[in-house]
């Protein structure tokens, strides 16, 4: 049996595509599936690993198993000529399901995590059990007269030539990321370990750092920072939350991302038995209060137990 504090890594191999996953709890139990935002990966997921061993019942019967998404983490980037469009994210989580055979399973998801786990919940509803969103509710939507628009500058965005980074250290990265999120400095280290790769530094990049500093450089693939070509139109987006039939949850922070509001208003009339809950915190909530969130799946999740 394995030891409920425990991290494993594991490996799932769709096709020609490695995909990597962090994983704690006892292999004979239920996975419970949870799936990270953009350019974030699966380390997202680790204080919420950490808080469900030391307290929370929650592994008492589940596996907690968060991937790292095509091009994040440790997962393996796209082929070369291959793009990362949103459904072919919801096409890697069903080839995911179909080589482990899981059935209906719990799915918790984060921003852009979020969004693909709704649109799998709405195409495969038997394969969800539950979902509970993280400071995300819908989709990112444009109207019909964008789409001209939308499709030059995803294309624009393709061709531009992608410079490689230059190495840089460790702190360096944690301080870039803290630049564009809310992460405070513990939780971007985190999700910065796992996105980074050591590298064998030019005599230049040395000569601009102490020589002793060890060097790295994103492992995230370049093509993530492209635009999509194209967008769902709110019609499209509020069709497919008509179609999520499991148990929904959503857990937001009171200083998160403005389209959970937005998204409230233009998605939630389109939904059965939601529930919603603010608690204190910014866009990366699911790390910022982890007792609280542990408690609120443990509640939700038992909940669905009694009622089956």
Known sequence: MTDNNEIDELSYQLGDLSLTALACGNKEHQPMLCLHGYLDNAASFLPLMQQTAQESDLLHNRRIIALDWPGHGHSDHRSVGAHYHFFDYVSDL???FELNNWQAIDIV????GAMIASAFAAAFPEKVKSLTLIDSFGFICASAEQTTEQLRKGVLSRVKSVKSSRAFTAETAVKARQHVSDLNTEHAKLIVQRSLIQVEATSSEKA?????SVLYRWRSDPRLRTLSPY??????GQQLFSDIKCPLQLVYGDKGMEMVTTGLENFSAFVNNLITTKLEGGHHVHMEQTKE???LLSHFLSKIQTSV
């Open 109 to 112: 998801a984060h921003s852009m």
């Open 94 to 96: 069903f080839a995911l």
């Open 293 to 295: 969130l542990s408690s």
């Open 231 to 236: 967008r769902l139109s709110l019609a499209q």
């Open 208 to 212: 601009a750092v102490d020589d002793t």
